[in-house]
């Protein structure tokens, strides 16, 4: 079997035929299917599969669950997003592992083959929800709080798919039984198309975050509420989202965004009393993601108050700057033949799991450069290589005795 037969088997879960691409998200039938899948695969390879109180799945090779090397990456997707982020990770390391077993190979130390909850963050607004909570970097009770598009709980969402609610949170055995985690995922741009190599290693990802803007304004009827005097809140989120991109401009390599809108009551004939926007900001280092944010803000702020309306800011998440494991990384690339070490502006598992684990990444070359949205592709040839890779990797890793 190949990575391409592999991503076959789940070419039709979770298609989106009015956005196009693949909308899979956290415990929606899509997702759970996957998690069958997952555990299907794993199975057949003699893995034996668990899942953690975080909803992450883990497959193991060995017996011990200790000084464990683990790959693997996530199996959720963004609304209408491509077929590589996420499960090329995943695939390509359930791949590497059989390659490994058709040689005859037996890791002296254990492997783990996870996928990782929610790591888009789409369902809850949490990106990595998984391995955050598993790190301890977000309460349980946060979590279990927080709520869909649907108004529905994680909380409810959790008990609904027979997952134990008591057992989420902080996971200080399982995290210390990881010896080094390595991330193989889809690069989300043109680097290596540019350079005309088909792999390379991460050396960082861009600090990050994500706020919703709340702009409140007046609702009111459409036909009878003269022009002047409006207190508009959809005029105002669109001079916000010019501001967003304005600021964003001004700032060597920042990136702003505003992707998502959401209209309070959302009728036809009607002057909105509400608009939700969610700003998603990147750049180098925390401190110029957090002056950025004051930038935009205070720009907001001038244009909306010119419309009547008026701004709240809330912070759903924040991802500071992640450097990897240097060793590690130059080891990888070493065994790959000298590939470059590549930044991103994209978040992963492997960033949260950096602070507490020496962790490093591969990145398989977009010849579209496109993420995020149905267009996003890689050769099949370069996925072949990247789980060749990877099981060499694996195989020099887990070669060794726990350290």
């Not at 969402?157 to 902080?170: C, H, K, T």
């Not at 992707?259 to 700003?279: C, E, F, Q």
């Not at 205070?298 to 992640?322: D, M, N, T, W, Y």
Request: with cysteine; proline share 5%; hydrophobic share 45%.
């Amino acid at each position: 079997m190949s990575v391409r037969d592999r991503l076959a088997e789940i070419s039709t879960i979770g298609r989106d035929d009015s956005r196009g691409g693949y909308s899979r998200h956290l415990l929606d039938p899509a997702e759970v299917a996957l998690r069958g899948w997952f555990r299907n695969s794993a199975e057949a390879l003699g893995l034996p599969v668990e899942v953690d109180g975080n909803g992450n799945l883990w497959a193991w090779w060995g017996e011990s669950r200790s000084g464990a090397v683990a790959t693997g990456s996530h199996l959720d997707s963004v609304p209408g997003g491509g077929a590589f982020d996420g499960p090329l990770g995943v695939v390509s390391a359930l791949e590497a592992v059989a390659i490994l077993k058709a040689e005859g190979w037996s890791p002296t130390r254990p492997v783990a083959v996870c996928a990782f909850a929610e790591e888009e963050g789409s369902r809850f607004g949490m990106p990595c929800l998984g391995s955050r909570l598993m790190v301890g970097e977000i309460t349980p009770q946060d979590a279990l709080a927080r709520v869909d598009r649907s108004g529905v709980t994680l909380d409810k969402a959790w008990r609904e798919a027979g997952l134990e609610v008591s057992a989420i949170g902080p996971d200080p055995d399982r995290l210390a039984g990881l010896d080094m985690f390595l991330e193989l995922h889809v690069e989300q741009g043109l680097d290596l198309e540019e350079r005309g190599l088909p792999l390379a290693v991460g050396s960082a990802i861009m600090a990050h975050g994500r706020w919703r803007l709340s702009i409140l304004g007046e609702g009111n009827h459409a036909g009878t509420t003269p022009m002047r005097g409006r207190r508009d809140p959809v005029v105002a989120a669109s001079s916000a989202a010019l501001a967003v991109r304005e600021i964003a401009l001004e700032r060597p390599a920042a990136r702003g965004t505003v992707g998502r809108i959401s209209v309070t009551p959302n009728g036809t004939n009607v002057i909105a009393s509400r608009v939700d926007a969610w700003l998603d900001i990147r750049a180098h280092s925390d401190s110029e993601v957090r002056s950025q944010l004051d930038a935009t803000v205070a720009l907001i702020e001038e244009r909306i108050a010119a419309e009547g309306c008026v701004l709240q800011v809330h912070e759903e998440s924040f991802s500071p700057l992640v450097l990897f494991d240097e060793t590690l990384t130059a080891r990888i690339a070493g065994l790959l033949g000298g590939v470059p070490a590549i930044p991103t502006g994209a978040g992963h598992d492997a960033g949260v799991l950096s602070a507490y684990v020496p962790t490093a990444m591969i990145f398989v070359r977009n010849p579209t450069g496109v993420s995020h949205a149905p267009q996003e592709t890689a050769r099949a040839e370069d996925c072949e290589a990247g789980a060749r890779a990877l099981a060499n990797v694996l195989r020099d890793l887990a070669g060794e005795a726990p350290g």
